[in-house]
């Protein structure tokens, strides 16, 4: 392992030397590469040098124990090899898991989109939860959420909700959230307490930038239309909402939050782009998927992985077999703990993928 780190150490360096080149500056696109890449890999070579530390103390601890004959000196040195070796176990395991080959689009933020699915208004009304529930968690977490299209349920909750999450390595952690949330609970326009099974599904996808895709925008048909979503009068009344549809894909991506035409269509650009972007990026996930068992982030947008049962307060992950019964927490924003459970499932998977 020591070899291995050191041929990242030294990529390190040299990638260190490449962003300071002006050549390199001035071609963005490669310099955000190396960038990236270089933050990356400054994590591994920080917990290297540690490593490093760590098993050069080991071996004069060791030393001392050999030569020393002092009987106080000795067990001093004897503590401080046992607290160097649990630390030395605790850096591998940590440094094993740094070397698992990472998605790079995990540093990415993230779209996602919540769409009511089989149900009728009891499905609307679970996606508006899903949605309340997306908002408090990222809340929680400082990331920065933006809504960027709408379409309202007849008896609340929405259609269809789709917003941004930003902040740092956004898509990792939520992309186990697509695939098809199945709720099962008494509708409030029940009135015999029978319980209904209705679904939402979500899809999440990283988002993608200017130097992703590029598009032409002669590719690219636009229509205006008026705001049907909230926003008061002047949002309804003027042709601020916008619909780009890209033309050698078929891809639609819409925008009707911001009053501003402007505003909206770069909203609305930036969806266009991550989708297209998406197309290629769940090729590779499909060929990923046929290696692992779990693969809980193929985003299979019609595979159901989750079920809320309200009478019984329960949540299952069906993907790795979880099961909780803190729903009112849950829907609270309250999943960090299905979030690191899926982590840790996936870490697994690609770890016996890398043959680590």
């Known amino acids: 392992m020591l070899e291995k780190l050191e041929g990242i150490k030294q990529r390190w360096l040299a990638i260190g030397q490449q962003i300071i080149d002006p050549e390199v500056i001035a071609d963005m696109k490669r310099y955000i590469r190396l960038s990236k890449e270089y933050k ?26 050999t030569t ?60 508006g939860d899903l949605y309340r529930m997306y908002l408090k968690y990222c809340d929680s977490k400082g990331w920065k959420t933006e809504l960027v299209d709408v379409s309202e349920g007849t008896a609340g909750g929405f259609k269809e909700v789709i917003f941004n999450v930003t902040g740092e390595d956004i898509y990792g952690q939520m992309k186990y959230e697509s695939g098809v949330h199945r709720v099962q609970r008494v509708p409030q326009t029940e009135t015999q307490g029978r319980v209904h099974t209705s679904a939402a599904s979500v899809v999440v996808f990283p988002e993608a930038d200017e130097f992703d895709v590029e598009i032409n925008p002669a590719d690219i048909k636009k229509d205006t239309y008026c705001s049907s979503g909230p926003g008061g009068q002047s949002v309804n009344t003027t042709y601020s909402a916008i619909r780009l549809t890209h033309i ?68 299952t992950d069906h993907r790795i077999g979880l099961t909780l019964y803190n729903l009112p927490e ?22 016996k993928t890398s043959g680590n």
């Open 40 to 65: 990356e890999l400054q994590v591994i070579v920080d917990a290297y040098k540690i490593y490093k530390d760590v098993i050069e103390n080991i071996a004069s601890a060791k030393e001392i124990l």
């Open 68 to 127: 020393e004959k002092d009987v106080e000196f000795r067990d001093m040195a004897k503590m401080e090899l046992d607290e160097l070796t649990g630390k030395k176990a605790r850096l591998e395991e940590k440094i094993k898991n740094l070397l698992i080959p990472q998605d790079p689009e995990d540093a990415k933020n993230a779209v996602v989109e919540i769409r009511a699915g089989t149900g009728g208004d009891e499905a609307s009304i679970f996606a």
């Open 248 to 315: 050698p894909t078929g891809i639609v991506a819409q925008c009707q939050d911001q009053k501003s035409q402007l505003k909206n269509y770069d909203k609305a650009l930036s969806v266009l782009r991550s989708r297209i972007y998406e197309l290629e990026y769940r090729k590779r996930m499909e060929e990923l998927a046929s290696k692992r068992k779990t693969m809980v982030s193929t985003g299979d947008r019609s595979a159901k992985i989750r079920t809320y049962n309200f009478p019984q307060g329960r949540l």
């Open 330 to 351: 849950i829907m609270a924003g309250d999943i960090t703990e299905i979030m690191d459970a899926l982590a840790i499932a996936e870490n697994a998977e690609r770890m």
